[in-house]
């Protein structure tokens, strides 16, 4: 029989260790949010930064942390990271010139995207190892399977405070090539301000959310609004991208129970989360939670498998044919596609779904709409006019689908603020849109 605790101290090391033997040129990844190992990263990062390590490339999904090949642009050269989904550290350096994007559907990263890259080392987060030798990939199992099917070796970092995830993907010792413990609190998002205008639009979109809808909430205060709204609701579900602290709540206070979903009945479904310590605590030996790739769960044909799904997303402008841009301020980068697609998809297909893009009328103070004639030029196009159902405003409702160019623009501009209706009113007449 072997003894895996044996085998795990015999792979065991330090950081600095496992630093050393990557070389010049490696192409490494890792999966999603606090999958991602800061302790071996920083000693990859000091050996480049001493000059002793060059041209080394790293995929990353959504940094979370502040990784020092994003924060830091003197690692240009020596080390480039290119992200599938940037968070603020990769924005900047995106937007600065020392770091690089990746267009893609998150849905389509673990077989389509994953299939054009050989690895030379997968660096993932893990919980700890139990006594049958199997590591928990913890808060996140989006695409770590495919990266572990397309690379030559496995580092791990081992940290106690990751939640072990119960009903998700598990790694066994004997595939791992090295690894190290590092005990770190995980990063936290701070708390939504939920104001007034959130809460209006939450109001809004939960109003015509039914009892035993199965729900996908993204970050941010209307999503979060729009979960507290929906405390009274009855029998609802989830199956969605990211496990968000407002899903918590509905959890624990018996609004979602997961009894009338189709598939996964019982089960909240997800690829990754990232939200509170109270979050990771519930997710910690949770049986219920069902972490699953996420090119299954993203699968707009399996999304549809559920009836009455509600999507639930955000957007930085829309313009009055409905496109939605969610990923760049003009040519200014942002973020990404994500798995916004995916879900407007999949909620319209399912029987009875709707799907929602939910934004406040105006940004820096008022002076500027978020409704505009036409995307700011080089804005990104993350949504297309025949995918989008409903825009959600603190100004009311937009129903998209099905309707006309003219009809849209009428409605769109109905939801944007007042101080902006009467120029693209103007603008739409213009353009021959509004007759």
């Keep these: 029989m072997i003894d895996f605790k044996q085998l795990y101290e015999s792979k065991r090391m330090t950081a600095k260790q496992i630093a050393e033997q990557v070389q010049d040129g490696w192409l490494m990844c890792m999966d999603t949010a606090l999958a991602q190992p800061t302790a071996i990263i920083s000693a990859i990062a000091d050996r480049a930064r001493n000059g002793a390590l060059k041209d080394l490339k790293i995929h990353t999904m959504f940094d979370v942390y502040p990784i020092e090949f994003y924060a830091d642009e003197t690692f240009a050269g020596k ?127 939960a109003e015509r959310i039914p009892d035993g809808a199965c729900i996908q909430l993204g970050v941010g205060a209307i999503p979060d609004a729009t979960g507290m709204m929906l405390k009274t609701k009855h029998d609802l579900g989830i199956h969605t991208e990211m496990f968000t602290d407002s899903m918590v709540e509905l959890l624990e206070c018996g609004a979602v129970n997961n009894s009338k979903k189709q598939i996964h009945r019982y089960q909240t479904v997800t690829t990754f989360a990232y939200g509170s310590q109270r979050m990771y605590d519930y997710i910690d030996d949770n049986p219920t939670m069902c972490f699953m790739p996420v090119n299954y769960v993203n699968d707009p044909n399996v999304i549809c498998k559920n009836d009455n799904v509600i999507s639930i997303n955000a957007a930085l402008e829309v313009d009055l044919m409905g496109q939605v841009c969610a990923e760049s301020v003009g040519t200014k980068h942002m973020s990404g596609s994500g798995g916004q697609i995916d879900f407007v998809r999949g909620a319209c297909q399912s029987k009875g779904g709707k799907s929602f893009i939910a934004f406040t009328s105006t940004a820096k103070g008022g002076t500027i709409s978020k409704i505009k004639s036409i995307l700011t030029p080089g804005a990104v196009c993350t949504t297309s006019k025949n995918d989008v159902d409903y825009i959600v405003t603190e100004y009311g409702v937009a129903h998209m689908r099905g309707r006309s160019l003219g009809e849209r623009a009428k409605q769109l501009i109905a939801i944007a603020h007042p101080d902006f209706r009467d120029e693209l009113s103007f603008e739409a007449k213009q353009r021959g849109i509004l007759i």
């Design 79 to 205: 080390i480039t990271g290119y992200s599938w989904f940037s968070g603020a550290y990769a924005r900047k350096a995106v937007n600065n010139g020392y770091a690089d994007f990746i267009p893609s559907y998150y849905r389509d990263i673990p077989g389509s995207m994953l299939r054009e890259y050989d690895y030379d080392a997968v660096l993932i987060e893990v919980s700890p190892m139990d006594k049958h030798g199997y590591f928990s990939l913890g808060t996140t199992c989006s695409f770590t399977d495919a990266m572990l099917e397309k690379s030559k070796r496995v580092f791990l970092q081992v940290n106690d405070r990751q939640p072990r995830a119960v009903c998700g993907r598990q790694l066994h010792i004997s595939q791992i090539d090295a690894l190290v413990e590092e005990n770190h609190p995980l990063m936290v998002t701070a708390p939504a301000t939920l104001d007034d205008v959130s809460m209006t639009i939450g109001a809004l979109i």
